[in-house]
């Protein structure tokens, strides 16, 4: 079958998981000419096994709020692929996960992962579980009820959960908690654990900061870096923060932050203290962006928008998946925006990321840009297994090196003939091939 036969094959087998499905897109459209150039992918049937998940763990998860009332939620483990490695990927707490969100975030993780370097698989979890605004003993027992059936089917070699959005180093204990209660063990099976714990230094940096090198490297191709320039983010929760830290120490000005309530526009830019403030305003648990002009009253509050309207330099986009639209774009654009780097999971939609392309706009996709905290996952399962804990300066120069490597990937698979990177076509080729031909070694299984 060709990959457009596929790809209808799978709409009409998965109807209404639009997530997924543009997943699957957006790497099928990518390999298509790999794919073609090589039957031996043809005949395994690689693209048929590798778009299923191998399974799907859903269950039930009851608990009691502080007043005594029962509530369920759903919880699911999608197992996408382990040709490279134990699956890995995070869990994601928000009320509007759903299978299709769970299995574009797992897709997406495989290619992710094995740009990584390190032995990956993809896999990810979550629950519609909203932990906005519940006490710390009402996020504990839905931790520990999740916990009660996910325990079944992870393991430090077989399948390795670790934070996503709602998901953070309080709930990772919880469920750490859990887990090493009922498996009489302690093998590091989360990553994001607490220092003291386990954890690793720089895994909550780690995404921020890799999304900073990587843009860092893209920029260094333009002969350009982040001195003076402006930046635009979106988000307010670890991955915006340690972005914002990172681009900051770079040279760069970030001028906009935002949450579900809105975008705060700070001319003056973030500093140390404001930086600071993100984490104090984030645990507070509101999910609200607002109250920092009550904090920094030179900065204005833009509410029920997006920040995208600002004129910029770079726009980094590190909430949620496609939070950056057509319309989003061709406003940056059209603002004199020069480069863009997904910090989310697939934070662009596919009009918003043809318009940078068609613009020759470097473009870097989450699955390049943001594989910085699940690399540094993977270096805390190294210590885990060691037994060992690295120096932040260990971790922070390994950390770069990975992230320096993905770019190289990118650029051998996507450089076009006019010299213009396709960090979309490189991320997804370089990420296909390392799988692919793992999954022709390893047999049909
Ligand atoms: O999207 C991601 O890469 C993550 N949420 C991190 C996954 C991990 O295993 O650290």
């Not at 330099?313 to 496609?322: E, F, R």
């Not at 699940?374 to 971790?395: C, D, H, P, Y």
Request: charge should be negative.
């Amino acid at each position: 079958m060709n990959v457009q036969e596929i790809l209808t094959n799978l709409e009409t087998k998965h109807p209404g998981e639009k997530e997924y499905l543009q997943a699957v897109h957006e790497v099928l459209e990518s390999i298509e000419t790999i794919y073609n150039e090589n039957p031996q992918y043809e005949a395994a049937k690689i693209i048929e096994r590798l778009v299923e998940p191998d399974r799907i763990l859903t269950f039930r998860i009851s608990w009691l709020d502080d007043d005594g009332n029962v509530h369920v939620n759903l919880g699911y483990r999608v197992q996408f692929n382990n040709a490279i490695g134990p699956y890995k990927g995070g869990i994601r707490l928000h009320p509007s996960v759903n299978l299709s969100i769970l299995k574009f975030l797992g897709f997406e993780q495989i290619f992710k992962n094995a740009l990584t370097t390190l032995p990956m698989g993809g896999g990810k979890g979550g629950s519609d579980f909203n932990p906005k605004g519940k006490s710390d003993a009402e996020i504990m027992r839905f931790c520990q009820a999740f916990m009660l059936e996910l325990w079944r089917v992870i393991g430090p070699s077989t399948d390795v959960p670790a934070g996503d959005i709602g998901t953070g180093g309080r709930e990772i204990g919880f469920m750490y908690g859990m887990y090493k209660k009922l498996q009489h063990e302690n093998t590091g099976v989360l990553t994001g654990k607490g220092l003291n714990w386990g954890g690793s230094l720089i895994r909550p940096e780690a995404t921020g900061f890799g999304a900073s090198y990587f843009t860092q490297d893209m920029l260094k191709t333009q002969n350009d870096s982040f001195k003076g320039k402006t930046v635009c983010l979106s988000g307010f929760g670890n991955v915006t923060w340690g972005v914002a830290l990172k681009v900051t120490e770079l040279g760069g000005k970030v001028v906009t932050i935002s949450g579900p309530d809105g975008f705060i526009y700070d001319k003056d830019g973030l500093d140390e203290d404001k930086i600071d403030y993100l984490l104090s305003l984030r645990a507070s648990n509101n999910d609200i962006v607002s109250p920092y002009v009550d904090e920094y009253p030179e900065a204005k509050f833009y509410p029920g928008k997006k920040p995208w309207e600002v004129k910029c330099d770079i726009a980094m986009p590190s909430a949620i998946q496609n939070e950056l639209n057509g319309e989003d774009a061709a406003q940056l654009i059209a603002n004199g925006v020069k480069y863009v780097a997904e910090v989310s999971n697939m934070g662009c939609t596919p009009e918003a990321i043809d318009l940078f392309h068609n613009n020759k706009i470097p473009f870097a996709p989450g699955k390049a840009a943001n594989a910085g905290g699940v690399a540094v996952s993977g270096l805390e399962m190294s210590q885990n297994a060691m037994k060992i804990n690295w120096t932040r300066e260990e971790v922070d120069a390994k950390l770069h090196q990975i992230m320096a490597s993905i770019h190289t990937a990118c650029e051998k698979y996507g450089t076009e003939e006019d010299g213009y990177i396709n960090y979309v076509k490189g991320a997804n080729i370089a990420g296909f091939i390392k799988v692919a031909d793992s999954m022709l070694d390893l047999g049909v299984i």
